[in-house]
Every structure is written in C-alpha cells, then in structure tokens.
C-alpha cells in the first residue's frame, strides 16, 4: 500500500481508504489517505527501480540531506522520507508520494474519501486550494486568511503549508505573509492590457450581480488575476476580497452546484420548488440552460419540466433543495438559448409576443437613445423632443417594473392593458406618498 499526498488522474489503478494508524509527521496524526495500486501500476513502479527525491532548499537549510534515494519492491516494506515529494509516472498518471507502506498486489480498499473535492476534511484538495490562493496573490496571504478561504483553523493551514514545502513548492514568508515565488509557475496563457481590461468588466459586472459571498466565482477570480498584468489583477484581488465579506449562501451553493453538474452532464434533477400558492413541492426537469438576470441580482435555470413536458424558467434563488438523478436526457440540436431568450425581455417567457410602444420624454430620451434595450427595438422621432420606442415581448411581467422605474419620464401608448396597469399602479403611488397617507 503506498501512501499519497496528491492523485491525479489515477483512473481504475488506484483504491483509496484509511489505513492503519500511524504517524503523520505532516498532519500531526493519523488522519492520511491511503491508495491500493493496481497490478499495471505495480508493475509500472517495479521498472522505476531505485527513484530520487529531492527535498526543497528550505529542507536542506534546516538539516535534511538531498537527494534521498528509496526503492520501491511489491510485497515488501519500502520507505521514502517524510519530508520528500518525488513524482513517479504511471502512464498518464502522476503520484506526488510523501511515504511508503506495503504493497499488495490485488488489494483494493474502496473508495472512502472524495478525491478531487474542495471539502474540509480533504486534505489533498485542500492543499492544491492553498497553492492555487497562493498563486493568485502575488504579494501573499496571512495565516488567517488562507485559514478562512479553506474553512479550517490556522493551526491546520500551517501544516498544510508545510506539506506544500515538501511538495518541493518554493514557499516562503515575508512580514507575516505566505507566499510562493513567482518564478515558480509558468503562466499558460498572456492578455494584453485591453484584454485584461474587457475581463475586468465582466469580473466587475459579477460583483454587482452576486450579492452574496461565492467561493467558486472567488476561486476562479483568483485564478483568473495569476495571468492578468499586475495593474488589473490589484482590482481583481480588490473585488474578491469585497465579494468575501459579504454573507453567505450555503443553500444556494449547494443548489447551484447539484443544477450545474446535472446540465453538464446532461442528466435530470429534482427540484423542490414553491409553486404560485407558496406550496413547495418537487418538480423533475432537464436543465437546457443557465442564466444570470440583471433583475434582483438572480440566477435562474431554463428547463424542459417532465411533468409539464414544456419548457420553464426557475429562479435558483427560489430552489429550497436539488438532487441528481440518474436518468439522462438529450437537448434538441436545434434548441438556441439566445433565440429562446430573444423574446423574453429579461429571462421569463410570461405570455404570448406582444407589441409594446413607449413614449420618452426630454430629457430620458437622451438616455434611451444611448443604449439597445431589446433586440427588437425600434427608436423614433416623437414629438417636441421625446423618443419612441418599440418593443416585442413575450408578455408584460418583467418589462412593467422597468416603465416604472422611468416615472413621469414615459407614456405607454400600447397595448391598452399595459396602459392601464401602469395608470393603476402610479395612482397607488400617489396615494401612499400624498401627505394624507397613512404613516
């Protein structure tokens, strides 16, 4: 049995389980992950012979010699240093190892710890979220911080920091600060500055739109910023640390999360859903589509509901619990979100297409002018100043808060139900906020 720090893409050559206890140097215990190879990757590991490890130059100053030299034999005891992180390739296969146990061929505990996982007690992905932060922010984090962002306590973070040590990653610290030398990551892809800056936006425009702290969209920021020029990735750190003290949403992550691997891996989901009279209930669809609103700073998914067998909008904010299921589904070839949307004025189809025709006033007609609106619209001369615009939309629900929004600035001209609507509405207002209201 050998013991690993890191897996990656070990496919059906490896088993993981917990071992027997013994001592961890690293992780001040026995709480390591265990792995059985398969007899492709023992015998893979027999033809490597004699592997050598090299420690990091930290390593040496405090004392430990390199390189340290083990050999690896099946069935039989082999050992390699606590404190070296070699690589032994299996094939496609990469196995950063920290120790050795025995080996036996056949053996395969069963999977009992999620590999790959950003949960707490997993420690391998944990350590790979460390360096990922760390490669994100140039300048360092404290203790503290990287504590935060990995949900564990600062005492934990220290030992996985010097588990990355003896991953032979150039950590340092400087002022209290953990940090990872520059030179040791090859940036995979450059943006010039105008690149930089149209991502920037899209970075910002997230800011706004999530109200809500999101440890993805901040993992990915941070990401992002390692390969942005230093000027734009200083505002990009700026927007998740601002984005991070906002407060979470775990249930929406958990939901979010659950509808998203369910649409990429095009199988049906159960969702619990309120329905019109506040009743929640469960509802299985076949999610086509994500899509984030500039309404409500929502995220809402666009569905085939099997038991409606039509197509709906459902906001994920709204969704009190979601479920993978197994069944799998396809997406018509010729289904395009973009044209499904087209008609919607935001993402809801709430009614038939229907013709709407606004009239702007100076000066809000300066500003309608500035901007396309829908992709239906149509812009006209109207008289002393003002602007007409025309629209077609299918149904009246989203584009009505947004007449309002105009207030006096706005006449609807059609359709006559619309009209009305707006007329009642205004003559609410005006009743609450005259000075004979009630207080």
Request: charged share 25%.
């Amino acid at each position: 049995m050998i013991v690993f720090e890191e897996i990656a893409t070990a496919g059906d050559q490896v088993g993981l389980g917990l071992p027997s206890a013994f001592d961890d140097p690293l992780e001040g215990g026995a709480k390591v992950l265990a792995a059985s190879l398969g007899a492709d990757a023992i015998e893979a590991l027999t033809r490597e012979g004699s592997i050598e490890m090299q420690v990091s130059e930290m390593e040496q100053a405090k004392g430990h010699k390199s390189p340290v030299t083990t050999r690896i034999v099946p069935v039989a005891m082999a050992w390699a240093s606590a404190k070296a992180a070699p690589i032994i390739k299996v094939g496609l296969s990469l196995f950063r190892i920290s120790r050795l146990c025995h080996i036996y061929p056949g053996t395969s505990p069963r999977l009992s710890v999620k590999v790959g996982s950003f949960e707490k007690g997993d420690r391998g992905a944990r350590i790979l979220k460390i360096q990922t932060l760390l490669q994100g922010n140039p300048h360092g984090l404290t203790t503290g911080e990287i504590a935060r962002r990995t949900g564990v306590n600062p005492r934990t973070t220290y030992r996985d920091i010097r588990a990355l040590e003896a991953m032979n990653v150039p950590v340092y610290e400087d002022d209290g600060r953990i940090a990872i030398d520059p030179n040791y990551f090859v940036a995979p892809v450059k943006f010039t500055l105008r690149e930089a800056m149209a991502l920037l936006m899209g970075v910002r425009l997230m800011h706004r739109h999530r109200d809500q702290a999101d440890p993805d969209v901040a993992d990915a920021f941070t990401k992002l910023a390692a390969v942005l020029p230093a000027p734009v990735a200083e505002y990009v750190h700026a927007t998740v640390r601002q984005m991070a003290d906002r407060p979470s949403n775990p249930t929406y992550s958990r939901v979010l999360q659950t509808v998203a691997l369910s649409w990429a891996g095009h199988k049906a989901v159960r969702i619990w859903y309120p329905s019109t009279n506040h009743e929640v209930k469960p509802r299985e669809i076949e999610p086509y589509f994500l899509e984030p609103s500039l309404i409500g700073h929502s995220s809402y998914v666009v569905a085939r509901d099997r038991g409606l067998r039509e197509m709906r909008t459902f906001k994920l904010e709204r969704i009190t619990r979601a479920e993978p299921m197994a069944e799998t589904y396809q997406i018509p070839a010729e289904f395009d979100v973009n044209k499904y949307l087209a008609g919607a004025w935001g993402i809801f189809h709430s009614g038939e297409p229907v013709e709407v025709r606004l009239r702007f006033f100076a000066p809000a007609a300066a500003r309608v002018r500035e901007s396309i609106w829908h992709p239906s619209q149509k812009l006209s001369d109207g008289p002393k100043g003002s602007v007409n615009m025309t629209v077609t939309v299918t149904g009246t629900l989203e584009i009505t808060p947004w007449i309002l929004g105009w207030g006096d600035a706005v006449e609807v001209l059609a359709p006559a139900d619309l009209r009305k609507k707006i007329s009642d509405v205004g003559t609410k207002m005006a009743s609450r906020n005259s000075r004979g209201g009630r207080r």
